[in-house]
């Protein structure tokens, strides 16, 4: 169990679809191409091809492109080797079989003599008419022409899967068709995998089926309760090691969260207060710099009022020692008698 702080693993449902067919292999094959298996039955051994697709051009930048998986298993007879691509699709809205086709298009260069079977394995948990296949061409000639075998696992109807054995099969089967309780359906799930012994793929597929399934925290809780029924304490164990671990997570997630709104609210206030502080110290700079200008402005007006005014005063002196009657003077300057006396 990992300690507080250590990384939690973090759910990957496309992740989770590849361990499962890693996993058990043979198991797929029978699911997946169910016609293969009756007629040649199980396979002496497999191996994972690897999934790195050869790039068309040596000089291509970036990694390059990947495959989901590529399943090479082994018969005694013949033919002796059949590669299944699986490329898996949560989405059904961005199936892209031409891309299948390029994986499709390496593999066959890379095995020229084997059997090549393409395999779109869709569980998005709405149903769609999915094309199963492409082509292209011009001039009313088709050049391409790539087919695959599709697997939409809500198109499935499980009362074909309720019993079986096969645990690739039954753990989708939270998510195919049909009228059933997709709580007592993982229970089913749970208890089959006790039965095989299995238990390192319960603790592995456990949240892939809770996904598969769609289950509300309420039906999780009554999940729970129902597994409390199984005679598997080693289960219940890691449950309550989960429920810590995820505790710390969740308690680490809302630590944070709070801490940044707290960290928020704080910096909101503290940035009032310098905000505030600062504005009055801009204003007062700012008060300053007007009055000083407002200042300047007032006392030139003012200096040019009175230098216009002694100016007046200096010409109607020198008016009155030409001579020249009040009358006439003040007139002129607009200064009266008793203002130059």
Known sequence: MPTPDQPVDRFSHDQSVKNLIKDYPFEALEFLLPKLWEARGSPASVENADPAVAKDDTAEGGPGQAMDIALRFTWKESPPVVVVLVEHWSDASKLDLLRTARYYIDLCRRFPENEILPIALVDDDRPFQLPDHVQRGGEGEVFLSFRTRM????????????HTRNRVALSFTPNMGGSFDRVEQIFQIAQEFQRQDDLAGFRKFFAFWVVEGQLDLFAQRRLRSR?????MPEIMNWFREE??????KEGLELGIQQGLKQGLELGLERGLEQGIERGIERGIERGIERGIERGIERGLEQGLERGARASKLEDARKMREHGIAWEIVTDVTNVRPEELD
Not at 151 to 162: T, Y
Not at 243 to 248: F, H, L, M, P
């Open 151 to 162: 697997v939409q696992i809500p198109a499935l109807d499980i009362e074909s899967f309720r």
């Open 227 to 231: 597994l409390e029924d199984m005679d």
């Open 243 to 248: 429920g810590i671990q995820r505790g710390v």
